[in-house]
């Protein structure tokens, strides 16, 4: 074959390539769409995943401190219950010191000043009793 007797390829045969480039490209595009879709989801499900730990840990703490809450309220209903008795003009010394007794019994700050309350009504008392005798 004589070199001098090729033929240039025609401008038909340069369009296939030229479609060819063309879909690899939109492929790719499509592919790295794909990909940043896939990155996105995977971002908005840890967001809420880690939304919804803070959410029950928020939840188990508001919880707690309903319960706190609570417990706190019925000892103060019941310390309320034992002050009433003792400082009831019906209630005997005798009886007011059992339920002295009993309301330091109470766990908190108030078991600390019925205590000292407690000591001194019983030095009152024993005041009282000595002078007259």
């Known amino acids: 074959m004589d070199s001098s007797k090729v033929t240039p390829p025609?401008?038909?045969?340069?369009?296939?390539?030229?479609?060819?480039?063309?879909?690899?490209?939109?492929?790719?595009?499509?592919?790295?769409?794909?990909?940043?879709?896939?990155?996105?989801?995977?971002?908005?499900?840890?967001s809420t995943w880690i939304d919804g730990v803070y959410k029950a840990k928020a939840e188990q703490e508001k919880t707690v401190r309903e319960i706190k809450l609570a417990d706190i309220k019925?000892?103060?209903a019941l310390a309320e219950s034992y002050l009433k008795?003792?400082?009831?003009?019906?209630?005997?010394?005798?009886?007011?010191?059992?339920?002295?007794?009993?309301?330091?019994?109470?766990?908190?700050?108030l078991s600390k000043a019925v205590a000292?309350?407690?000591?001194?009504?019983?030095a009152a008392t024993a005041v009282v009793t000595s002078t007259k005798q």
Request: charged share 25%; hydrophobic share 45%; proline share 4%.
């Open 10 to 46: 025609s401008p038909l045969a340069e369009a296939p390539i030229e479609e060819k480039r063309k879909a690899s490209v939109i492929e790719g595009i499509t592919k790295l769409a794909a990909v940043v879709g896939s990155l996105v989801a995977v971002g908005q499900a840890t």
């Open 74 to 76: 019925e000892k103060s």
């Open 85 to 109: 008795l003792v400082l009831s003009k019906e209630t005997p010394i005798d009886g007011r010191a059992i339920l002295l007794s009993a309301l330091g019994e109470l766990e908190g700050g």
């Open 116 to 122: 000292a309350t407690h000591g001194a009504r019983k």
